[in-house]
């Protein structure tokens, strides 16, 4: 049995490193967040300070240090860049894949464990977020590993039937507390309050019965603060309030402009997390029985975890696609009980399954479709943007499309073709793999196809702008749009190249004598309030960004 656990933990982690390793540095990191949590690190480095977070050279307040110093790391090894900046999440996809290959084994059997990995492994914004270098899969590991081994300590001292457990309870409390912990020094202490709620939602369901006695939650509680305490205590309080004021802002307004309607995080985890979500919807329905005791107990602590997610972040105001991200791992489990189930004949793929299939694959294959068919006819599509000057020139971009990039689109429909006809004719394991490894096989080629020909409609020429002038001694300033790329692509290697703080860089590099030159970029749209500045020169545009530059 040891030599079977080990032997599918190795698959699984060259199936991920395979997967999520390649390529990740093939396109320029994107604005806001990948760039911004990139040149954190890069400034970890410059001013080898690991404690204190900084952006442009001054304190920043808002994020904790876990993330950023696992991308410094990776930067040290491999050099500042977009691959050591994605590196440490596909890292975490490997460890996640392995991970929940062992837990769905510890909690059911191996056939389960398989299937809960691979569910994981080929559903759509799981897998893009392992080759992105944004901190929530991170953030989420911990979060739900904090979970697991809270729920493990539950089931030590309930002596729960269906599982085997060889530690003490308290052995797993300081193991979920010490995930929590990790999971607010990577993030903030949302990661303590999903895992509260999901836990209080729990208690509820128990009718108010102290399923965990007030000694244990208070160990639970203070290992989980004392690990980010080493680090939040190192500072002053002005730290805290800053952080915490920050924290409150995206829960109480739509921050930085990302606003959404109040199912936007419920049609995200649906479309986004196709193929599993479809299955795990059919979860939520009666006629799924477990003979596991365990297994019965886990199912309902996902299902809370699942609402909690979904429910916390349709209360928040700022609507950003990786809130939702957490419920990942809820959802592929109650996917994977589902597939499970239907492997093994206890229920069937019915006709509304297959509609749901059908239907979100639909929209991948319009989007697929519909993309070469836009680059190759720009003309066409350009009327649809005319009460947007920047979106109307980003279309000017010469972007080369080779009509090769629909091939993800017609592997998509062949998969789903095969995995319908397979499991009608019985061959349902085999089936599933074919959905869920065609699926992942449709991710990269998907990422292949489009991401790079995305970037350059869309940010490419400010990047490369402020790539060419890493080596001059000069000012570097975005104007009339928030950006940090002209900070990690621009290179300072101290506070006197670039200009963050708007009000004081705007009076500085627009107004006042300069000792060095000032390029400032900004989109199309705010040309006139730039071009009749004294010594101000426009030096070129691009794709609806203009170059100015100001001796």
């Not at 509820?204 to 980010?228: D, E, G, K």
């Not at 928040?316 to 009980?337: C, D, N, R």
């Not at 519909?370 to 649809?384: T, V, W």
Request: net charge positive; with cysteine; aromatic share 20%.
């Amino acid at each position: 049995m040891k030599n079977e656990r080990l032997q599918y933990s190795l698959l699984f982690a060259a199936l991920g490193a395979i997967f999520y390793i390649p390529f990740l540095g093939g396109v320029h990191l994107f604005d806001w967040d990948e760039v911004n949590f990139a040149e954190i690190s890069r400034e970890m480095l410059v001013l080898d300070e690991y404690l204190q977070v900084h952006v442009n050279f001054d304190p920043f307040w808002e994020k904790p240090p876990f993330f950023f110093w696992l991308q410094a790391l990776g930067m040290a090894v491999f050099g500042v860049g977009e691959f050591a900046a994605r590196l440490p999440n596909a890292i975490c996809g490997v460890l996640t894949l392995v991970l929940l290959f062992n837990i769905g084994k510890t909690i059911k059997d191996t056939r389960f464990g398989i299937i809960w990995a691979g569910t994981y492994f080929g559903s759509i914004l799981p897998f893009l977020y392992f080759k992105s270098g944004i901190i929530d899969p991170w953030f989420n590991l911990f979060i739900f590993l904090g979970l697991y081994f809270f729920i493990l300590s539950y089931w030590k001292r309930e002596k729960t039937e269906g599982i085997t457990l060889n530690k003490s309870h308290w052995f797993y409390l300081l193991i979920g507390g010490l995930m929590i912990g990790l999971g607010i020094l990577t993030k903030g202490p949302v990661a303590y309050l999903i895992a509260a709620l999901t836990m209080a939602v729990y208690w509820v369901y128990q009718r108010f019965r102290f399923y965990v006695n007030v000694p244990h939650f208070l160990f639970f509680t203070l290992i989980s603060f004392a690990i980010a305490a080493i680090w939040y205590g190192s500072f002053f309080i002005d730290q805290f309030e800053a952080f915490n004021k920050y924290q409150y802002r995206l829960l109480s307004t739509p921050d930085a402009g990302h606003k959404g309607f109040p199912g936007y995080h419920f049609a995200v985890v649906l479309v986004g997390c196709f193929p599993a979500s479809i299955f795990a919807i059919r979860s939520f329905f009666k006629g799924v029985e477990q003979k596991s005791r365990a297994v019965q107990d886990f199912t309902i602590w996902m299902k809370f975890l699942f609402w909690v997610v979904l429910i916390l972040f349709t209360i928040v105001k700022s609507k950003i696609v990786h809130y939702s991200s957490m419920s990942y791992y809820p959802l592929t489990f109650l996917a994977a009980l589902i597939i499970y189930n239907i492997i093994e004949g206890n229920i069937t793929l019915n006709r509304w399954m297959r509609i749901g299939l059908w239907t979100t694959a639909s929209l991948y294959l319009i989007v697929v479709f519909a993309l070469p068919y836009a680059g190759f006819n720009i003309e066409l599509i350009k009327p649809l943007f005319s009460k947007d000057a920047f979106a109307l020139a980003n279309l000017e971009a010469q972007v080369h499309w080779t009509g090769w990039e629909v091939l993800p689109g017609i592997a998509l429909l062949a998969l789903m073709i095969f995995f319908m006809r397979m499991v009608l004719k019985g061959n349902r394991m085999q089936g599933f793999a074919v959905l869920f490894g065609g699926t992942a096989i449709f991710v990269m080629l998907t990422l292949f196809s489009f991401v790079k020909r995305i970037e350059g409609y869309s940010q490419r020429a400010a990047v490369e702008f402020f790539e060419s002038k890493a080596n001059e001694d000069c000012y570097l300033m975005t104007y009339g749009y928030k950006s940090y790329v002209h900070l990690f692509y621009g290179k300072p290697q101290n506070g006197n190249k670039c200009c963050f703080k708007e009000e004081a860089c705007t009076q500085k590099l627009l107004h006042e004598p300069l000792d060095k030159p000032a390029y400032i970029v900004t989109k199309i749209t705010k040309v006139n309030e730039l071009k009749d500045l004294p010594g101000m020169i426009e030096i070129g545009r691009k794709n609806g960004f203009v170059f100015f530059k100001r001796e």
